[in-house]
């Protein structure tokens, strides 16, 4: 191993500095995208990947495409959605089951989004919801269908 020289050993450090100073001043000099959070939250837009919360769309006439098989809860690997369904028997003779309630935990979701791809009607999605702090755990654990929602009609 070469020893180096007073005078190498300050040139290498002025070297050294002048890397540090070079990447300081890049830095400084390209465009700042710090959102100012408090002050902008009426205009603050997430990206189109964030997952919020989870979600069940109803339309005006208050109805979901939630049939109430189950499947989401199955695929959801720690147990965050608990979906309770009956069965009833329709007017020609036939027994369908039907959503009686929907929960969904929020404080032990992950948010890995495998109870939206095992839907097969499309009933549940994620939403741009990202103010999600409470005090009490329990206020975490939300029902999403409305009450008095019923499945909406195939046409």
């Known amino acids: 191993m070469e020893e180096k020289s007073y005078i190498g050993g300050v040139v290498s450090g002025l070297k050294s500095l002048g890397t540090g100073l070079k990447t300081t001043m890049r830095e400084f000099f390209t465009p700042k995208i710090t959102e100012q959070y408090p002050e902008n939250r009426a ?15 109803h339309n005006e006439q208050n109805e979901h495409k939630c049939v109430g098989c189950g499947l989401c809860q199955m695929q959801c690997p720690n147990g965050s959605i608990k979906v309770t369904s009956e069965m009833y028997e329709t007017p020609d003779g036939k027994k369908k089951k039907r959503l009686v309630k929907y929960e969904y935990d929020l404080g032990s979701c992950m948010f890995c989004m495998l109870c939206t791809r095992a839907c ?30 019923h499945v909406e009609e195939k046409k």
């Open 43 to 57: 205009t603050n837009q997430m990206f189109d990947r964030f997952r919020g919360s989870l979600t069940m769309p």
């Open 120 to 149: 097969p009607h499309g009933a549940i999605t994620f939403d741009q919801s990202y103010e999600n702090a409470v005090f009490d755990r329990s206020k975490l654990v939300k029902v999403l269908n409305h009450p008095g929602s």
